[in-house]
């Protein structure tokens, strides 16, 4: 384990980290008393588990009623009289739910709408996530309160949370988490939102490993190759590139470090990366095999039957593959399930090992793709790779990856320790040990912006049937101009201000009250995108920054326009935006008597 230093804090505190799961979810806490040494714990028991204390994790399911009444949730869904009941009551199931959150930039064409069941009527994806949540919430109170005494009492207002999310969740995902916190009453206002941490599975899961695993015995013995670095790359020749792949079930997250380890401090050195490709589409396309296989069978095609053997694949078949050149088995009903012609006898289907290694196949190649991508953007070489997450757990795709990383003088590494733990308790570690002292930017940031018309500039004379009138002066302006902010691949501290001046005009003191600037995000291929017009597919409207500029506006005095002989009104002022923490952050600046001021700004996503 890392070294810690005991808790300096004035007061008491409780760390509650959420692990919101395509599969399976869990909680993680700690508990922060002054001149005590944190110790990150699990919350190991939940209703109606098998494994009472065994398992840190529920599986992501819940039942609602046709009123869209909450009725069973996690290991409770999976009880027999509830699954009987659900059926003569006919609830709704879902699963895989949080796929229908998922970013719409990531590609998708593989999953199809009977993929994911259907929300309940009237629900939405953000009101079934705070349902979840609730739930979450009230069992890690219950398992705190029952095995730490007066504890809870002491802190339940003193409460730090901290969720992780996919590396390709943006702040429009961002924003549904914290609109989905209120609504499961774990915060009670707007106000308490600072009391709520978001961060990336990938750095969550680089904590868990850092945590548990550097300071291991396994560790110490994983070569650490710094051969290849040149004695001039300053600072850089003890340090260790590492990727951390966070294979979950829906999502495949990798995240590149630099790991310094005397002192001991990480540095992300390329784009964070995430593929829809977890192991939940390893399952689904076995479903696909499964209908095709058994199409012919009048008995072994029904959809109850294929979904009964898609389940226990899920659960045990994906699991043990580990030699294509051997026989896999869905175990799935008694001795007198019998049909040769179907390779189906004493209650279990055949599959050969090559069969169901090919369903591995996309989600492996997308790891490798996504890895290439990051190795080719790291600023140091890539020797060491961190395996966690649950689908970690299938030793066919460790081996495969191993295969593949090997012959590149890369040490893969599954650490010993229960690699599903690995976002929870690294969320945990993220708050108390807050390792990442700065982030890569993961597409390039700017604003639109209108510039006076050039006619010696061909891009203008190229663009002169846009001109503009501007109101109040009568000058040309030219629109569509994209300004960069921050552009893809670098790296940002946390403290680092990243900030861009702009001039506003209006026709009255009124409408100098506020200020609006939408933040224009380019995923193309252009290394400093000029125009909107040029790439239009590339450019988003990532958010828009809404600033309270009523303290500027007091400052301000009428200009007159030569032209139209009518008043305007015309400031200055800076758009700050801070890249470098785990959400983004925003101000708007300008002089007063040559003394900067600062007001602090919104940021709203669009949904």
Same mark, same amino acid.
């Not at 179907?342 to 793709?369: D, M, T, W």
């Not at 961190?386 to 460790?398: E, I, K, N, T």
């Given at each position: ?53 065994? +398992? ?160 291991? /015995? ?12 040149? /004695? ?92 294509? /050149? ?191 600037? +939408? ?13 909107? /017009? ?74």
């Amino acid at each position: 384990m890392l070294p810690r230093e005991s808790y300096e804090g004035p007061t008491r505190k409780l760390v509650l980290a959420f692990d919101v799961g395509t599969t399976f979810s869990g909680v993680s806490y700690c508990m922060l008393d002054p001149g005590e040494v944190p110790v990150i714990r699990g919350v190991a028991r939940y209703p109606a588990q098998e494994h009472v204390g065994g +398992d840190s994790k529920i599986p992501s399911i819940l039942y609602y009623d046709l009123q869209g009444n909450v009725r069973a949730v996690g290991a409770e869904a999976l009880q027999e009289h509830i699954i009987e009941q659900a059926e003569v009551e006919e609830w709704v199931k879902l699963a895989w739910w949080k796929l229908h959150l998922r970013a719409k930039h990531l590609a998708s064409s593989h999953i199809r709408d009977g993929d994911i069941e259907p929300l309940p009527q009237g629900k939405s994806a953000v009101e079934v996530l705070a349902d979840f949540m609730r739930y979450l919430f009230q069992c890690a109170r219950t398992y705190i309160q029952e095995s730490h005494l007066d504890f809870w009492r002491s802190i339940k207002n003193s409460i730090e949370f901290v969720f992780t999310h996919p590396n390709g969740w943006e702040g429009q995902q961002q924003q549904q988490i914290r609109r989905a916190i209120e609504l499961a009453g774990l915060i009670s206002s707007k106000e308490e939102q600072s009391h709520v941490h978001l961060l990336t599975e990938g750095e969550a899961s680089l904590h868990f490993c850092v945590t548990n695993v550097i300071a291991s /015995d396994r560790f110490s013995q994983t070569p650490i190759d710094v051969s290849s670095y040149s /004695d001039d790359e300053e600072d850089q020749s003890d340090n260790q590139g590492v990727v951390v792949i966070d294979a979950g079930g829906g999502t495949i997250d990798l995240s590149a470090y630099s790991i310094k380890l005397s002192p001991t401090s990480f540095e992300e050195i390329a784009p964070a990366e995430c593929c829809l490709q977890g192991s939940v589409f390893v399952t689904s396309r076995a479903r696909t095999l499964l209908q095709k296989k058994l199409s012919g069978s009048e008995h072994y095609s029904n959809p109850k039957i294929i979904a009964q053997m898609a389940e226990i694949f899920d659960n045990s078949t994906k699991l043990r593959l580990r030699k294509p /050149d051997e026989p896999s088995y869905i175990r799935f009903g008694t001795i007198c399930d019998k049909n040769p012609k179907y390779n189906i006898r004493s209650g279990q289907l055949k599959l050969a090992g090559q069969e169901v290694a090919h369903l591995f196949e996309p989600s492996i190649e997308a790891i490798i793709e996504a890895f290439e991508q990051q190795r080719r953007a790291a600023s140091i070489p890539i020797n060491l790779v961190w395996l966690v997450g649950g689908f970690a757990a299938s030793d066919w795709l460790f081996v495969r990856l191993q295969g593949y990383f090997l012959p590149l003088g890369i040490s893969l590494c599954r650490p010993d320790a229960h690699a599903n733990k690995a976002a929870a308790d690294g969320a945990v570690s993220f708050y108390i040990d807050h390792l990442v002292s700065s982030r890569v930017a993961r597409v390039t940031y700017g604003v639109e912006y209108r510039t006076r018309y050039n006619f010696l500039d061909p891009e203008h004379l190229a663009r002169q049937h846009k001109c503009v009138i501007g109101s109040g002066n009568g000058k040309k302006y030219l629109y569509e101009r994209f300004k960069s902010i921050l552009l893809k691949g670098t790296q940002v501290s946390e403290q680092r201000e990243f900030r861009k001046p702009f001039t506003a005009t209006r026709k009255s003191l009124a409408a100098c009250k506020s200020h609006s600037t +939408d933040i224009i995000c380019y995923k193309g291929a252009l290394q400093e995108p000029r125009w909107l /017009d040029t790439e239009p597919s590339s450019f988003t409207t990532l958010c828009t920054i809404h600033a309270d500029l009523q303290e500027l506006s007091r400052t301000l005095r009428p200009k007159r326009s030569a032209s139209y002989q009518s008043e305007y009104y015309e400031f200055d002022f800076d758009v700050i935006i801070l890249f470098g923490h785990t959400e983004l952050k925003a101000q708007i600046s300008w002089k007063e008597k040559g003394v900067e001021m600062r007001s602090s700004a919104s940021i709203i996503y669009d949904e």
